[in-house]
């Protein structure tokens, strides 16, 4: 009888142990996906801004296929951070 009680309250402790353990992880878990998530909002913010740099351009014709092709770019974003919304 005190052997079972005794396997019974080792198993209790030893619950006790993985389910601190597996709210540790889970913390760990929901920080990295914060930073990940800060991460990345830095990194299309600086690729916003590097596609609004100011440009030369040769000709207008150039200027306009250009600042096109970065509207559609900008514009697929929009549409897909709307999607995650």
């Known amino acids: 009888m005190e052997t079972k009680l ?5 198993a209790v402790e030893k619950a006790e142990q993985q389910e601190k353990i597996l709210k540790q992880t889970y913390e760990e878990l929901n920080k990295q996906r914060e930073r990940e998530s800060k991460l990345k909002m830095e990194l299309d913010e600086k ?16 200027e306009i296929k250009d600042k096109t092709s970065k509207l559609k770019k900008l514009w697929s974003k929009y549409s897909q951070i709307n999607q995650e919304l």
């Open 47 to 62: 690729e916003n801004n590097q596609l609004m740099l100011e440009k030369k351009y040769k000709n207008q014709e150039e």
């Open 6 to 10: 005794v396997r019974g309250t080792k």
